[in-house]
């Protein structure tokens, strides 16, 4: 048996900074009007991992985790059309031996929602053009990562990049333009194939290729068996459970389009070149979906506004494998409090409840015999937290963004202990 991996995850914007360091280019997040970002942040420094990343992965190995997931920044590696660039390469070459000299196992995530300002500019997911260069983004990552990198996530969250994005428009690059939802989702389903094909193709081991989820399910009333039927038919059929945890796994993964505000956006002649098949898949766990019949089992615990239920860790495991039959590995989980620092000292045990909490109900699904391979708390540090800027704090590690230094927290030695007592 292949052991549990127990690790963390990170993303490229939200930790390295570095932004135009050796031959990056700008990514969306790094040109959008930091008016929109709480404090008017900006993620130009964010823990600056580009120059820690050393500490960094010291910091995880003496975590005892085995596995770390980190995210590739497309322009560092791309800075413009038709461009590699060599020292971004080798930064991540860097961190990849790094880690593996830490006896951790890489894995990588290859658009955690940094789009590069070039490719925003020709249209970014709106303009088919991107399926082209995302394919090449990815066999450049194939080409030069394969041979010692085996755990893939083409994409983080679509739900967030692209409903968020594009539809909505409360993420970058802020567009809410409804009409053409379903020719961005088009594209990006495709361009998301393609990658995956081209990682494959040119992958130099058998690895194993997902995606990380968001998701978003509704919690069972009751835990009987009609309750949670309902619950699991809810969280992917009614309108809120199509959009959010159907919309973008149906078609890639059961190549069913699913319709979003009652109009079919992605059209059955395009789903040949949609359905794909993954290795796993990563969900990212943080709340169930809140309706009017919710209810709240931690009143006790609350983050900076996120309900804490950690049932949703069972639920959406016995669902997200009801539904797709794959591996499942949860990508993502993680709380944040305004931590303070106190004499170097940082006591958040409410972190440490929650992390109790959410991991007894992984050992519960687990013990059911769901294929569940790994756990990744989010985040090994704490990071620019998109528009919410440096306020949410989610990490085991505390950066002084003055400073820039790292303090381990109370749930850092909590997570330890816990992987150290662990028997899987
Ligand atoms: C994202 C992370 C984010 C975390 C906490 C996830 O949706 O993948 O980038 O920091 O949630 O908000």
């Excluded at 006790?300 to 591996?327: A, G, M, Q, S």
Aim: positive net charge; glycine residues 6%; hydrophobic residues 35%.
């Amino acid at each position: 048996m292949e052991k549990f991996l127990w690790g963390c995850a990170t993303s490229s914007a939200q930790i390295e900074g570095a932004y135009l360091t050796d031959g990056r280019t700008p990514s969306i997040w790094d040109n959008i009007d930091f008016k929109k970002v709480k404090n008017n942040d900006n993620c130009h420094i964010a823990c600056d991992f580009f120059h820690h990343y050393k500490q960094d992965i010291k910091l995880a190995k003496s975590l005892g985790i085995n596995s770390l997931r980190i995210s590739l920044s497309w322009s560092r590696i791309i800075p413009s059309e038709n461009k590699i660039n060599s020292k971004g390469i080798k930064f991540y070459n860097d961190v990849i031996n790094e880690m593996i000299k830490n006896n951790i196992e890489p894995m990588i995530t290859i658009y955690h929602w940094d789009l590069p300002l070039w490719v925003h500019k020709l249209g970014g997911w709106e303009n088919k053009k991107i399926i082209n260069l995302f394919e090449f983004y990815c066999k450049v990552c194939a080409n030069e990562f394969t041979d010692r990198v085996k755990y893939w996530f083409v994409f983080n969250e679509p739900q967030i990049f692209l409903t968020g994005g594009y539809y909505k428009g409360d993420t970058a690059p802020f567009h809410k333009n409804k009409y053409n939802f379903g020719e961005t989702a088009t594209n990006t389903l495709i361009a998301h194939k393609k990658g995956v094909d081209a990682l494959r193709k040119f992958s130099k081991q058998k690895i194993k290729v997902g995606i990380a989820m968001s998701t978003s399910i509704f919690v069972p009333k009751e835990n009987n068996k009609i309750e949670i039927n309902k619950a699991y038919k809810k969280s992917f059929e009614s309108s809120y459970g199509r959009k959010w945890n159907a919309f973008y796994s149906d078609p890639m993964i059961l190549g069913k389009p699913v319709k979003y505000d009652k109009i079919n956006r992605i059209k059955i002649k395009d789903i040949k070149n949609i359905k794909v098949k993954l290795d796993f898949i990563g969900i990212n766990i943080y709340l169930p979906a809140v309706d009017r019949y919710y209810k709240k089992i931690r009143s006790d615990l609350t983050t900076t506004n996120w309900v804490v239920d950690e049932r949703c860790i069972y639920y959406v495991c016995k669902y997200f494998y009801k539904r797709y039959k794959l591996p499942l590995m949860i990508s993502e989980n993680g709380f944040a409090v305004e931590d303070e620092l106190k004499n170097g000292i940082i006591n958040d045990n409410k972190r440490c409840r929650y992390l109790k909490y959410y991991l007894n109900e992984l050992d519960k699904i687990k013990k059911e015999g769901i294929p569940i391979f790994g756990y990744l708390y989010w985040s090994l540090l704490d990071n620019f937290e998109w528009t919410s800027g440096y306020y949410p704090r989610f990490g085991l590690v505390y950066v002084d963004y003055r400073t820039l230094k790292r303090y381990k927290k109370k749930s850092f030695y909590f997570y330890s202990k816990y992987i150290k007592n662990s028997n899987y």
